[in-house]
């Protein structure tokens, strides 16, 4: 959704649009996406006065996105909806009077925006140790996550944090990415039959290192971290594992199973059929609606030949791959 946003941005507007943090955390994708003509800034104040903001997929500081409305530019917030979920439950609990123990991992964006919503009232930990030198605290206790953390690490500290504070109180349905904790379950079930392991993703991809350490810790020796094909290592024997982090561009998983060229073909693994969709932002629909009914007009088309776009029948890796060439 985040990926197909900003180009829509790219396409609607006159370079530079500028981007509040790496859109997702893919080197490729954000390299694309600079060729295009995106700045990334890490501070809204860099973002000259009346220019094209999108806030990146991980969620954005309250205070954030206020700077960017005042900046007087068109602004879109593209944050990921599982991430406006823990947002939204932030701002629950904490209103009923909780303490919130949230788990995530300490500098990454996620974690930052989410922290924002109620700074005096959230605990970040990582690690079941830093559960137990928590304090006990007065108030009620609710436990929230990061929703690129893999499952292990989410589970550990999941019962520390019920060992500490029993009546701990959790949302009724996970907050951990779908996409994430697929690709970590289809990982767990192919590990144990493969020589090596590729996992395409970028180093700052919190779910592409979970996948990485996951690898790792069912037993395998032969763990590889790439970013592209120039990466893959060429002396790989026996039963080559792929996985890729959700940000991965389709044509990039590939173009390593090319490369890889296997003398016994390829045999997908497939867990579940994901089916979930996200539609665009709110600001980015009035204006691709708006748009939409100027070409019409324009070009005179009838009104029982007007066909509106399907963003959903459209993947982001498609658009990417298009944009590439």
Not at 161 to 189: E, H, Y
Request: net charge negative.
């Amino acid at each position: 959704m985040a990926i197909k946003a900003l180009i829509w941005m790219v396409r609607s507007f006159e370079p530079p649009v500028y981007c509040y943090h790496e859109i997702v955390h893919n080197q490729i994708v954000v390299d694309r996406f600079r060729q295009l003509g995106v700045e990334f800034v890490d501070d809204i104040s860099e973002v000259p006065k009346g220019r094209p903001i999108m806030l990146s997929a991980h969620g954005s500081a309250p205070e954030v996105v206020s700077e960017a409305e005042r900046s007087g530019g068109f602004v879109v917030n593209a944050v990921c909806p599982l991430v406006t979920k823990v947002h939204h439950e932030v701002q629950v609990r904490v209103g009923k009077g909780y303490r919130i123990v949230y788990v995530g991992h300490e500098g990454h964006e996620e974690a930052v925006g989410t922290m924002a919503v109620a700074p005096k009232e959230i605990s970040l930990v990582e690690t079941a140790e830093q559960v137990e030198a928590l304090p006990q605290f007065d108030e009620p206790i609710a436990i929230l996550a990061q929703t690129t953390l893999s499952h292990k690490d989410w589970e550990g500290v999941l019962e520390a944090t019920i060992d500490k504070f029993p009546d701990v109180w959790m949302p009724g349905r996970s907050d951990l990415c779908f996409a994430t904790t697929n690709r970590q379950s289809a990982l767990s079930a192919i590990s144990a039959q493969c020589d090596a392991v590729i996992v395409i993703g970028s180093a700052n991809s919190s779910n592409t290192m979970a996948l990485a350490k996951l690898a790792h810790e069912a037993g395998n020796t032969e763990v590889f971290r790439i970013n592209s094909v120039s990466e893959l290592p060429g002396n790989l024997e026996g039963i080559v594992g792929v996985t890729a982090g959700a940000s991965a561009p389709e044509e990039l998983v590939q173009a390593v199973i090319n490369k890889l060229a296997p003398n016994n073909g390829v045999r997908e693994i497939s867990i579940t059929q994901e089916d979930e969709y996200f539609p665009p932002p709110r600001e980015l629909r009035t204006l691709l609606t708006s748009l939409e009914a100027a070409v019409h007009v324009m070009l005179a088309v009838a009104p029982n030949c007007r066909k509106a776009v399907r963003d959903r029948d459209v993947s982001a890796s498609e658009v990417l791959s298009v944009l590439a060439h």
